[in-house]
């Protein structure tokens, strides 16, 4: 009550932040006006001088300080930019479609910019022009000289924002960039070096990833820095699609899933499984007919399990008294320890069970048995710990053969989790996912429908097979696995800018979020004019069938008239049912789904037309205005009609905006049933159950109060919470490898920008090698000092062929031995270095290191992702799987550096950069080494010049003076470690049994 009172006195913090901007507002306004006695040309030399200021100001703090000094007559000055457009009637093209300027700055667009320049998220409802709001602070911050990037849902809204808005910034002097699919690297560049530029997320991201992970060099990365940034439609791209990361894959070097050949099984699977539930929905009908009122709520229960979307089950949910028996039988199941027990054995009369909340499938031993009768283990991992020392414990089997049957089991116990694995992820397939609800088919290819958007995403593939094996049941071509290159998520991306902030119809909802994980406050901007919206009460039926007859209904009686109507569905399927059920009432539609993506735009700006009846999978994001047409208004203005509930009230809110935009009248209704996903996983069946009790709800008729608003958003908050926790958890797990990633990436940069790598070579010599010397010589557990085993590595790393009397490792200390070391490798590689071509030397170091790098980190990756899934089985041993993964992950980590500097040495004497040259010069060095000279070798060996070849290079070169370079004989050996079990299998460390002699 307290606060209701302060509230009511001093106002909200928003109408706080608001009054304090107006001063500002009436400031710009009045410099504008001063502007009208200025020419073009001195309008613009005011941006070239504020552009040169700004260019000597180094510190980023004192840059931030001076744009918001000069915001007043920046924003002024676009303002009046704009205006001068409108007044000269400037024309021009945006998208081929020929457009004429007729927009300047209202007072409340103006604050807009003010918060987007501040760094903050600007809500504004549909219709009041946020992509002109975005000029004022995107002219600013590109000043500065450091990038100034403004981040769209798509490529057309990046080419037509940047075409349309290019106008004002070309007018004042600014250059304006796009980055598009398929741009090659250096149209990119030059994208990015304009004052400002245009793109998806999408696009950044991965061209983020494509300059960190993957570039050789400085002329191969394409972005110039992360320092301004707007991010539109911002809910949409920092919540909805932050689930996901972004992620670069390439073609992993072996193919091994078996879905094609699994395919026939589990289709016979979900055969049987029908039959069954079938035959189950009529047992539960006798049951009930015949008063046996347990046992059929039991069976109905029983269907639900394994058929929860099943026609005969939602025909019984319909039935006030089945709806209660399904809800009894199932507390009854979960109320104690005894009812679990009796659910387990439920679970395994069916052949398996389907859980639509988790999203998951899985099989029953009634279905284990039914895909593989004859083999009660094919269902079963061996456990290999105890496999394995049962091997090391038998007498009989030598070293070698220990070393092949646990090879064996391993390559057994891989095909069993690459079997189970692949039977897994197609009864997923064809009990979840849906086509035309999560994925479209089309050239032969399956692609994933957004769920949020209804977009289409080209180029996106479900992971960990799950794509494969939908791909198996379309029956289209199944594509190889893909292994991870590099990977970002969303939110780490945009954490990297020093400013960021965006704008939406739609944030409010979600403020907790965007301040607890990007730190942006959210500021709600009045609109221009009033709304006129009117949002109805939403209307709840029984069934699908009868909602989806009031709809047509309410279409009709809107058609009649010559008002608009705008209906929005959850689905492609939903959409094409509607379009089927109009086109039988002959009433004239046009449908925008996934499937016709390419219209999307033309088809949205008729739909405020006159009778016009527009269809729509979702019009989240859509970006682009819908104006009425004549005598609309007189008919009521737009009528939105809502097919369902959407699982996140942001998106019903989007749809509702789509109207009454700038004062026009419109309206706005949502149709529910209680057979929709929503009401069904969220809804709380129970309550509803006593509702319609309640209300005696027959067939066709509805339910309409506000109390029942407040029922379905109750529902869409816990989805909501829900999909949160997964958004954080996944920040959470990925905050441990974005500090990897800043590592990696920091180190393949300094590599890139080095004008002498050679020094960073020297650097990974004198830190490995004294590394390697303290654990072969050092006094570990009172052992001997292993001068055989360090005379062995450092023999088959470098060409330097040192004998035991060579070296005299017994004549220093372990410190001298390490330093005495760098400098005879450094040596060498200086005597190697001599006879390169120097142009070529520096790109061949750098290759060295980055090789290295990026083979390692994407092993790496690969390691992590299989940490990340297995993690969560610890949960069970009462551990966080959170804390888990970090402390495994340092370690991995540590070791990946180490891996990475001593990849680094052992390529550093086998690449060149004259393939030719350096064979020609090995074989006229005098080979003086004999084998019994280098401890270790058993076996006789030819040596063996670099087969490396990593620069470019002349044909032919200047012959080298000959150089003395003693040559190492390499030999074949199990890698081991020094302190590793030996691979004998006799149990002891390999340095103290074949590594002794070796």
Known sequence: MFNWIIKKIVGSKNQRELRRMQPIVRRINEIEQGLAGLSDDELRAKTRAWQEELKGIQDLTAVKARLDEILPEAFALVKHAARRLTERKHQFTVCDQPVTWAMIHFDVQLIGGMVL?????????????????????????????????????????????????????????????????????????????????????????FDYLRDNGMATSRDQQVQRGYFFAIVDEVDSILIDEARTPLIISGPSTVSTHQYDRFKPLVEQLVRKQNLLCNRLATD???????????????????????????KALARMMEDTDMRRLIDKAELEFYKDTEGKAALVALKE??????????????LTQLGRDFLNPDDPDAFVLPDLLTEFADIDNDAKLSGPEKVQKKAQRQQYCDNQAERIHNISQLL????????????????????????????????????????????????????????????????????????????????????NEFHDIYGLDVNVIPTNRPVKRIDENDRIYKTRREKYNAVIDAIKGAHAKGQPVLVGTASVESSELLGRMLKREKIPHTVLNAKYHMQEAEIVSRAGLKGAVTISTNMAGRGTDIKLGEGVNEAGGLYVIGTERHESRRIDRQLRGRCARQGDPGMSRFYVSFEDDLMRNFGAADRMTKIMETF?????????????????????????????????????FDDVMNQQREVVYGYRQEVMDSETPRDLIFEVISEIVPKKVADFLGDTEGEEPDNVGLLNWVNTTFPLGLSAEKAALESRSVEENGQWLVGVIKDAYEKKASM????????????????????????????????????????????????????????????????????VLTNLFRSTTNLQAFEMLLRSLPQNLLQADVPGLTDPAEPRPPQQAAAPAPAQAAPAPPQHIELAIKRELPKAGRNDPCPCGSGKKYKNCCGRTA
């Open 349 to 362: 009369e069916l052949y398996f069970t389907i859980e639509e909340r988790q999203h998951d499938a899985d």
């Open 696 to 732: 005696g709800l027959k067939e066709g008729e509805e339910l309409e109060h506000p109390w029942l608003n407040k029922s379905v958003e109750t529902a869409q908050k816990r989805v909501e919470q829900r999909n949160y926790m997964i958004r954080r958890r996944t920040l959470e």
């Open 284 to 310: 539960a009908k006798e049951l009930y007919d015949a008063g046996k009122r347990d046992e059929a709520g039991r069976a109905m229960f029983k269907l639900k399990l394994g058929q929860p979307r099943s």
């Open 836 to 903: 390169e071509h120097p142009e070529a030397l520096k790109g061949l170091e750098r290759y060295i290191i980055l090789n290295a790098v990026d083979r390692l980190w994407q092993e790496h990756l690969y390691a992590m992702d299989g940490l990340r899934e297995a993690v969560y089985l610890r949960a069970f041993a009462q551990k966080d799987p959170l804390v888990e993964y970090k402390n495994e992950a340092f370690a991995m980590f540590s070791e990946l550096m180490d891996n990475i500097k001593g990849e």
């Open 428 to 511: 997923k397939a064809y009990c979840l996912y849906e086509r035309d609800v999560e994925y479209v088919v089309e050239e032969n290819k399956v692609v994933i429908v957004d769920t949020y958007t209804g977009r289409k995403m080209p180029g996106r593939r479900w992971s960990d097979g799950l794509h494969q094996a939908v791909e198996a049941k379309e029956g289209v071509q199944i594509d190889r696995e893909t292994q991870t290159l590099a990977t970002i998520t969303i939110q780490n991306y945009f954490r990297l800018y020093a400013r960021l902030s965006g704008m939406t119809g739609t944030a409010e909802t979600e403020a």
């Open 117 to 205: 320049h501040s760094g903050r998220i600007s809500e504004m409802a549909t219709g009041e022009g946020k992509t002109l709001v975005a000029t004022a602070p995107m002219y600013l911050n590109a000043l500065a000289g450091r990038g100034a990037h403004l981040v769209t849902v798509n490529d057309y809204l990046s080419r037509r924002d940047a075409e349309w808005m290019g106008q004002l910034y070309g007018f004042l002097g600014l250059t304006t960039g796009i980055i598009q699919h398929d741009q090659p690297p250096e149209i990119r560049r030059a994208q990015y070096e304009a004052d400002i530029t245009y793109g998806t997320n999408a696009e950044f991201g």
